[in-house]
């Protein structure tokens, strides 16, 4: 099933356009389970269990895992596994922000697609679109490509003009000409409504996943509102610190749910 269907199919069951990052840092982890050699895949599986009716995806950010060398790798490695073993139609969106000359991108891709089997990969569209092209020879994998990210260097790069336009805009222009909504979709901040409405306009009919609410303080109503295309659906809200850590007791799980609760609700309310 392509990663678009197992998308849509999963929003409709759980009645949620929520993905939780799975982005567990291991001083920020509830004190019993720093000890444990495999905490952030025991902290995974708790906030997986507590919470997978309640979301559309998961998305494990690899930074959390690679800081930790071979074993968090290897956490990483269980937690997809167990997501894949229990709940084989969440998608798995892996945050790894790659990109690189087409013969490197290629082993990025067997990496994020063959070696951890996820559904979709983050990656950065710096070194062009060839570097896009050994990622899209997985037809049932997804990309989505950096656009408008959600922190304030955004502004840096991003906003610099190349003739009329903004950098971003560019890129955005560049990734509609591919006419590949199957395979491609963009990440755009929450905390820029007006580039997420624009974009919209621009890509109608793309899947947008946006980070930015919760500690980065996005406007949750402008997101959705501006966010969804025309059958209040082609978005994928990520929300990783807000739900993870609501609380740094043993009731972590539970309070991730209900914090999850609260996002799914919100988000539903105002796709209305
Ligand atoms: P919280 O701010 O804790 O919800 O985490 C946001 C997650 O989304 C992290 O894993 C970030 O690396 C990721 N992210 C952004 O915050 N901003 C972006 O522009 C892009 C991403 C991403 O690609 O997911």
Redesign the pocket.
């Known amino acids: 099933m392509s990663f678009r269907d197992k998308l849509c199919s999963i929003q409709k069951k759980n009645n949620s356009l929520l993905c939780i990052?799975l982005?567990p840092e291991l001083n920020r982890l509830p004190a019993f389970l720093q000890n444990n050699n495999n905490a952030l895949f025991a902290f995974n599986k708790a906030i997986i269990d507590a919470t997978s009716d309640l979301v559309c995806a998961y998305?494990p950010?690899m930074?959390?895992y690679e800081a930790l060398g071979a074993n968090g790798l290897k956490q990483l490695e269980d937690t997809i596994s167990y997501l894949k073993e229990k709940h084989p139609d969440l998608p798995v969106?892996l945050?790894g922000?790659r990109g690189d000359i087409g013969n490197t991108a290629r082993l990025y891709a067997q990496m994020a697609f063959s070696y951890f089997n996820a559904d979709a990969l983050?990656v950065n569209p710096y070194l062009g679109l060839d570097s896009l092209e050994p990622f899209l020879k997985y037809q049932d994998k997804f990309i989505?490509v950096?656009v408008?990210?959600?922190?304030p260097g955004?502004k840096d790069f991003q906003d610099y003009l190349v003739g009329q336009e903004k950098l971003y805009q560019k890129i955005a222009v560049k990734l509609k000409s591919l006419s590949n909504d199957s395979q491609i979709g963009i990440?755009?901040?929450a905390?820029y409504p007006e580039e997420l409405k624009e974009l919209r306009k621009l890509l109608p009919q793309t899947v947008f996943?946006i980070?930015?609410?919760?500690?980065?303080n996005g406007d949750i109503e402008k997101t959705i509102q501006y966010g969804i295309d025309r059958r209040a659906e082609g978005i994928v809200i990520?929300?990783?610190?807000?739900?993870?850590y609501a609380s740094d007791k043993d009731d972590f799980g539970q309070k991730a749910r209900e914090e999850a609760t609260k996002f799914r609700h919100l988000i539903n309310k105002y796709r209305r």
Not at 211 to 216: E, I, N, R
């Open positions: 990052g982005d998305k950010n930074a959390f969106i945050d922000k983050t989505f950096l408008r990210t959600s922190n955004a990440v755009v901040g905390t996943l980070p930015g609410l919760g500690t980065q990520n929300v990783s610190r807000t739900i993870i």
